[in-house]
């Protein structure tokens, strides 16, 4: 083992995804030094490489690879995916675990769809409110100045009118950076078709009401933002005068070409012009070092190795002040089980979350013009929270502006498989293409004890380092609401907009798993909503961390991100995870002066 250099930064961060990204910037501008140690490579701070890596997803021949598709695969540093192939995950439960994160500098945000929805004020309270799962020690408004954070960095494109229900609230005269980005025909038309139709659930009745979407994507600048100075936006890493607008693509996920929208990068390298900050790639942690007497990290053990593939490596350790811990709630787990952290709580690697998805799709009976612009732009979202959800899950639904699962490949290939060419072809493709409606449903999941990651001996990587077990289920309170939503909500859609329903849970796309729930199957995919694993809470006993993502039992470690979520709700966690990330620098900032 080799110390790499005698010098002892304030903070040393595992991760330079999101999480990572935000608690640098913040320490760095704090003036603090800190040290960034990344298990992938940085291979996409090379124009060069960006371009090589959409060139790769160009022929891949589908809109709808693997988000992990266009980046190189590193057996040093493996990334899972969503396939049966699964070479990461070790995979022992009942169901599979569908969701996959990308193991780069620049994390998941390589390949995000961008939505930046903030929790609601009732998912930090379930089980006061709703008697469900158990409440957070902190609240809506604790955090509502770090989303407006997270909102300012990642730079969001969204109209406050539009995002402030259930409860959700935004200081007097607060905009986004940008304006929200246009919404889509098919955004119109349900909107259209939508307006003043209800549905009937457990406890009432609710409104079934289309809203744009908050995107990290950048629009058109808010000339309000910032007191009247407006937003600057951040265009490509390596080229920064493209990418200054969303040029509708239609490759948002898994790779924007332009990179007009958020990746982490852009915000590790304002964090280095900010402050002293230093990035290691290709750096995968395998151990903290605790002192035995206090019970701090005294340091952070990882494995350089010089070439992706080469399982040739130097062990190093990495010495700072403050270790924290900012990979994802996957690996932040592994990494501190691998160590043998201190958990009275018995609760470090349980309650792995996600949001299980459901795609519903039909023929609209007028042209709504999918396949271009962003993957989504407005959603269904006046039923993510409700009285039922002391029955079952909530829900939002997303109108997909790409058409249908495995679409337009498939129609073009039933097409020519009936022997249908030149005008019957290009007619009969037209009249089918244009009229693709699809509403992705993301259900709620509940902390369960028993969904967990584990480590085994028996299961090692190239380098040595443990490969995660993954235990996962559904339970029936999720799936109820999927039930909800695919015999109460989507019918009404179906009837009120004159949808031609093509549903079919008949057969199991790719990247999807049938389930079932009394006595109806239908089938579920993962979005890459990875939460839950270190969960914080109220005290050692029922928690990882406390309300600053603190470690109860290594007063100097920190461990942020999603894995510190109690609940998931029903937004995307990307923007909840980024202002807890701010949320923990500042106070580490704080502790360390």
């Known amino acids: 083992m080799a110390e790499l250099s005698q010098r002892i930064f304030d ?84 169901k599979r675990f569908l969701s996959d994160y990308l193991r780069m500098l620049g994390g998941s945000t390589l390949h995000w769809q961008g939505t930046t929805l903030r ?134 996920s898994p790779m924007c070409p332009v990179q007009a929208k958020f990746n982490a990068i852009k915000t590790l390298i304002a964090a280095k012009a900010a402050g002293d900050v230093e990035i290691r790639t290709q750096c995968v942690a395998s151990r903290l070092l605790i002192n035995v007497d206090s019970g ?57 979350m ?61 097409l020519l498989s009936a022997k249908q060419f030149g005008t019957a072809f290009r007619q009969q493709l037209r009249d089918k293409l244009t009229r693709m409606v699809k509403l992705g449903v993301f259900l709620e999941q509940l902390p369960d004890p028993n969904n967990r990651v584990t480590i085994d001996r028996q299961h090692i990587g190239a380098l040595g380092n443990f490969l995660p077990i993954l235990n996962y289920n559904y339970a029936d309170y999720s799936l109820e609401g999927g039930l909800a939503a695919i015999e109460k909500v989507w019918p009404v859609i179906v009837e009120k907009a004159a949808i031609d329903d093509r549903t079919d849970f008949s057969a199991v796309p790719p990247g999807f798993q049938a389930v079932e729930c009394k006595g109806k199957k239908f089938n579920v995919m993962g979005p890459g909503h990875i939460v839950g694993t270190h969960r914080m809470g109220h005290n050692k006993g029922d928690s990882v961390v406390d309300s600053h993502l603190r470690s109860w039992t290594h007063p100097n470690l920190y461990v942020v991100g999603a894995g510190s979520m109690v609940t998931i709700g029903t937004s995307n966690p990307t923007l909840t995870l980024a202002a807890l990330s701010l949320k923990a620098a500042e106070h580490i900032a704080r502790d360390l002066t």
Not at 306 to 326: C, F, H, K, Q
Not at 364 to 371: H, M, N
């Open 11 to 94: 903070v040393v961060i595992v991760g330079g995804g999101v999480a990572g990204a935000m608690a640098a910037i913040k320490l760095s501008r704090a003036g603090k030094s800190v040290l960034v140690l990344e298990a992938g490579t940085d291979a996409v701070l090379s124009p060069n490489n960006y371009a090589d890596a959409l060139s790769t997803f160009h022929a891949m021949g589908s809109m709808r690879s693997t988000p992990n598709g266009p980046y190189p695969i590193n057996h040093d540093a493996l990334s899972p995916n969503d396939s049966q192939q699964d070479p990461y995950f070790v995979q022992i439960g009942k």
């Open 119 to 252: 929790m609601l004020p009732n998912d930090f309270r379930m089980q006061s409110t709703y008697g469900q799962a158990v409440d957070w020690p902190i609240s809506y408004d604790d955090l509502e100045p770090y989303y407006c954070e997270a909102e300012h960095t990642i730079g969001v494109s969204a109209n406050v009118e539009d995002q402030a229900f259930f409860g959700v609230w935004f200081e007097k005269g607060y905009v986004y950076p940008m304006e929200k980005m246009p919404q889509s025909l098919s955004d119109q038309y349900f909107m259209k078709t939508l307006t003043g139709v209800s549905v009937d659930l457990y406890g009432g009745s609710y409104p079934l009401k289309v809203i744009s979407l908050a995107t990290a994507r950048n629009s058109i600048p808010n000339p309000n933002f910032n007191h009247g100075r407006g937003y600057v936006a951040v265009g490509a890493v390596g080229y920064p005068e493209s990418g200054m607008r969303c040029q509708g693509n239609s490759s948002c």
């Open 296 to 352: 701090r990290i005294d340091g952070v053990e990882y494995k350089r190795y010089s070439n992706p593939g080469d399982t040739a490596y130097v062990t190093e350790v990495a010495r700072g002040a403050v270790a924290v811990l900012a990979a994802n709630a996957i690996e932040n787990c592994v990494l501190m089980l691998a160590s043998g952290v201190k958990d009275e709580s018995d609760q470090l690697g349980r309650n792995l």
């Open 354 to 414: 996600d949001h299980p998805y459901i795609s519903l799709q039909g023929l609209s009976p007028e042209p709504v013009f999918p396949f271009r612009g962003p993957d989504v732009t407005s959603g269904v979202e006046s039923l993510r929270d409700g009285k039922f959800r002391e029955k079952h899950a909530a829900f939002r639904a997303s109108i997909g502006n790409w058409g249908w699962v495995g679409e337009p490949t498939a129609t073009v290939a039933q």
